[in-house]
């Protein structure tokens, strides 16, 4: 039966997010709107710089929320002033200086530095790998480790007043978290892209979008904020099968080729086309259709996943 969309509903949901959600030391998690989560980095005063617990709550939060029945798009965010200044360079010291200089051997050197590495990825891919769409809400800063976050959220807002950075070859490396590994396959602007790669200088969001590291661009922090929230708000609503299922498609097409994406579709989409959400999208559509507004479809219940 079809139900429509009701308050109790959004209620029950606003009042979990008063009770349950799950607290973190440098994240800050609510529920803006039913079914949307909002993660906040949340170590403002170091413009939500990124030190080691930063990096571990990432990835236990991404998992979870990956899991949660109860969230169908999250919103990614930095407290205060900027979206995140990167790595925390005190961090990046520790390890460079702390705990390799504990370690003679230069093979072991080398095993701790490819773990280390190795583990930093899994945090980030965390986001990537959520089976919930991530927005990103960017504002302030975004440099050097905030580029690679970003690369792994699926849909990227910014404030005008954003500075943006590729500062890794500056820090005297290659990034390797994120930016050059996932970007490289949706920007649209190689050309541009490999310049800031390779000089590390700042960008603005006019850049930004000329690479297609941006979808939309507002006028203030409130404004990409509200934007982003809005949005989360509008793919919650739609049937969380398809959503689930569209992103895991986007991601595993940019990562194999066509026969294999083809394939895996197919196989996907034997078990996935069996749901009850398509009888209830139908009937939705033609409720709407017979009604006078027929771009306002009605709001469906859907059963979490
Ligand atoms: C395997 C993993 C490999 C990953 C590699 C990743 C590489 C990168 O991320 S490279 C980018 C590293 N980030 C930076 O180099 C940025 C450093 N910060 C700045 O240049 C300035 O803070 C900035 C221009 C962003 C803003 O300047 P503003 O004057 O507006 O603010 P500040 O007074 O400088 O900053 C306020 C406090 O925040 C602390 N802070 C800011 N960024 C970082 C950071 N990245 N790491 C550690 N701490 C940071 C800053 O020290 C101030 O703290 P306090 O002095 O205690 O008030």
Redesign the pocket.
């Given at each position: 039966m079809l139900r429509i969309y009701s308050n109790h509903h959004a209620l029950r949901s606003i009042c979990r997010s008063m009770s349950s959600l799950p607290k973190y030391e440098t994240l800050k998690l609510s529920q803006p709107k039913p079914h949307v989560t909002l993660v906040e980095l949340n170590r403002p005063?170091?413009?939500n710089?990124?030190n080691k617990e930063l990096f571990e709550e990432l990835k236990t939060c991404f998992e979870q929320l990956s899991i949660d029945k109860t969230c169908r798009a999250v919103v990614l965010t930095g407290a205060g002033?900027?979206f995140t200044?990167?790595?925390?360079?005190?961090y990046?010291s520790t390890v460079a200086i702390g705990e390799l200089s504990q370690i003679d051997d230069s093979a072991r050197k080398a095993l701790h530095l490819r773990r280390?590495?190795k583990r930093?990825?899994s945090c980030l891919r965390a986001v990537d790998q959520c089976e919930k769409p991530v927005i990103a809400a960017i504002h302030g800063?975004c440099?050097?480790?905030?580029v690679?976050l970003s690369a792994c959220c699926d849909i990227r807002y910014s404030s005008r007043d954003t500075t943006f950075?590729i500062?890794?070859v500056?820090?005297g490396?290659a990034?390797?978290?994120g930016t050059l590994q996932i970007l490289p396959k949706s920007i649209t602007n190689h050309s541009l892209f490999r310049e800031l790669v390779f000089t590390a200088r700042s960008f603005d969001t006019n850049e930004a979008q000329q690479i297609g590291l941006l979808s939309r661009v507002f006028d203030t922090r409130e404004a990409v904020l509200d934007a982003a929230i809005n949005l989360a708000s509008v793919i919650a609503k739609k049937s969380p099968v398809a959503i689930l299922g569209s992103k895991i498609q986007l991601n595993y097409a940019r990562d194999h080729s066509s026969d294999d994406n083809f394939n895996f579709v197919s196989t996907w989409n034997s078990g996935m086309l069996l749901t009850e959400d398509i009888i209830k999208s139908i009937m939705a559509s033609s409720v709407s259709s017979e009604k006078s507004n027929k771009n306002a479809p009605s709001e469906i219940e859907y059963e979490d996943v």
């Open positions: 005063t170091k413009l710089a990124m002033k900027a200044s990167g790595i925390d360079v005190k990046l280390m590495i930093t990825q800063h440099l050097g480790a905030g690679d950075s500062k890794e500056d820090m490396l990034a390797d978290v």
